[in-house]
């Protein structure tokens, strides 16, 4: 399989091991709920990079549809550079502006994209699938570097979507009116792939069934007739057709009936077959409404029509801030979001956008979810200083209504609710050694959980009492731990702990505390793993 090489990719290529993990800090004053959860809707202000690696643990492999609009690297989004790779060539791009004069543009956007790609295949299920927005810019590195890290053969479509619904007449060469969505399955289903993504059809809209009409009265129902003739020509499907007015018709030169000449009898015997009212016309088949799928398959060009294009998505956020001087020149529109979710999520679906700008996706899950009664959740992630006055902000007044919005259910609002979240301290060795920065408990406890078993940790198994945090598949663990350094000094794993933890389950228990005043024997009997907390809390100097 063909590679792409670039500057910088050797540095790269494994830095999302390297990111450390952060605190996800609750902002209650900022949230749209009664209780902040991990688990609703959210919203998460900070470096996209940090909050994928902060999100693993409670979502690694539950994100059923991934859709990102990163910048597009024309020269003209004044995009920065910020991972903080440890190379002396990446370290002098930091903080940098990337322009159109900079000649190393494309190699720092694919230094960007690299390792948040490899964390959103990580947070991607198995059934799930990814979407990105891009244009000709980089849409041909990003197709081979998709490859590199989803796998060729989990390559879906390019789908080409109609941005514009003008051309524009003052273009030098060609007028640009269209731009890409490539699409990757974590895995395809094909050959001996036999689970993985499965795409949704389009829901049928009402002009479509108008469509379909009853001229005989058939007492099958409304029908539509197409055409009995194909290409793929054959011989011996190449015959004469009498029609019920006697005259004789033939295929066009080239193409032969779809069907032999038996089965056009049987055909028409069912009266399947439409002459049309004078029974004079070339015979079409029908087909029933009552027979057609209750969706169909989409194709690979969306239409400006059918999906809007960027100048209605500029209209629709001008209804929610017509007060607001909005940074974004190109933003989506709701319905091409929602026709990414129709195709590529389920009623219960957990959807994530890392670049979520004025935040269109999460308007687009709510919508969804009020026409079809669903429970989808979004996770958006933005780094921006505007991450609560539009992206936020916009999701509340979704949420609430806008009186003069011109869309009823904008006005009325679509319900819901979110958790708004900050990026806080990394929970790394330094500063447990130094005492500072200290975890809370449910935030070690998430830590500690995902790197010990690489499973989801659930906030809600958490037993303050009993010091119990979750049960993966091979273990019960357990945490004693207090964010008070005093304490950590002065407690560790004791025989009367042991004796006090619940009943065994025929699992092995995995307890981490600051130290162990039990010896191995002890830990046999009880079943018990023992893993110090990583950090050496009796050499810390007061």
């Known amino acids: 399989m063909p590679t792409l090489h670039f500057k910088g990719k050797t540095f790269v290529q494994n830095h999302h091991l390297a990111v450390k993990y952060h605190q996800l800090v ?15 809707n959210l919203i998460i202000k900070g470096d996209n990079l940090k909050a994928l690696k902060a999100l693993l643990p409670t979502y690694a492999g539950k994100v059923k549809c991934i859709y990102i609009d990163p910048p597009y690297n024309t020269g003209n989004e004044k995009w920065v550079y910020n991972d903080n790779v440890n190379s002396p060539m990446i370290k002098e791009w930091l903080g940098s502006v990337v322009d159109k004069e900079d000649m190393t543009r494309h190699d720092k956007w694919l230094c960007m994209m690299m390792p948040r790609l490899k964390l959103l295949r990580e947070l991607l299920s198995e059934d799930g699938a990814i979407f990105i927005s891009c244009d000709d810019n980089e849409q041909h590195n990003l197709r081979v570097l998709l490859d590199e890290i989803f796998g060729q053969q989990n390559f879906i479509q390019n789908i080409i979507w109609q941005k514009k619904f003008s051309p524009q007449n003052d273009a030098k060469y060609f007028s640009d009116n269209h731009d890409f969505i490539i699409c990757y399955a974590k895995n395809k289903i094909e050959g001996e792939v036999t ?6 059809l389009i829901p049928r809209t009402e002009e479509q069934d108008s469509r379909y009409s009853n001229p005989d009265n058939d007492s099958r129902g409304a029908w539509t007739s197409s055409d009995m003739t194909v290409k793929t020509y054959s011989a011996e499907y190449d015959y004469e057709i009498t029609t019920p007015s006697g005259n004789k018709i033939k295929p066009t030169k080239g193409r032969c009936w779809f069907t032999s000449k038996d089965n056009f009898q049987k055909l028409v015997d069912d009266n399947r077959v439409w002459f049309g009212e004078s029974g004079t016309n070339v015979p079409r088949i029908k087909k029933f409404l009552s027979e057609v799928q209750d969706g169909i398959v989409p194709i690979s060009i969306w239409l400006h029509s059918e999906v809007g294009h960027n100048q209605q998505a500029k209209q629709e956020l001008k209804q929610l801030f017509d007060e607001v001087d909005l940074p974004f020149d190109t933003p989506k529109p709701v319905s091409l979001i929602k026709r990414v979710l129709q195709l590529s999520t389920d009623e219960d679906s957990i959807i994530l956008d890392s670049f979520a700008g004025s935040g269109t ?33 916009r999701v509340r007044r979704v949420i609430k209504g806008v009186k003069t919005a011109k869309s009823d259910l904008l006005k009325k609002g679509t319900g819901g609710s979110f958790s708004y979240f900050e990026l806080g301290d990394t929970i790394e060795m330094e500063s447990l050694l130094r005492g500072k920065n200290l975890p809370s408990y449910t935030e070690f406890a998430r830590y500690l959980f995902y790197t010990a078993t690489g499973e989801e940790f659930n906030e ?13 598949k091979n273990y019960e663990v357990y945490l004693f731990y207090k964010a008070e350094l005093d304490w950590l000094k002065k407690n560790a794993l004791t025989l009367e702990l042991c004796k006090s933890l619940p009943k065994f389950k025929n699992k092995q228990r995995l307890v981490f505390a600051p130290a162990k005043y039990v010896d191995d024997h002890t830990l046999l009997d009880y079943r018990i793993d023992f893993c110090q907390l990583p950090y050496e809390i009796y050499r810390i100097q007061r």
């Open 361 to 393: 996706t999460a308007h687009a899950v709510l919508e969804l979810n009020k026409e079809d009664g669903g429970n989808r959740k979004f996770i958006l992630v933005e780094q921006e200083d505007y991450a609560n006055t539009i992206t936020a902000e």
């Open 195 to 200: 689970t993985g993504w499965v795409r949704n």
């Open 26 to 40: 609750p902002k209650k004053e900022l949230s749209l709920t009664d209780k902040v959860s991990l688990h609703d």
């Open 460 to 472: 809600k198994a958490i037993n303050d009492k009993t010091g119990f945090i979750g049960e993966s």
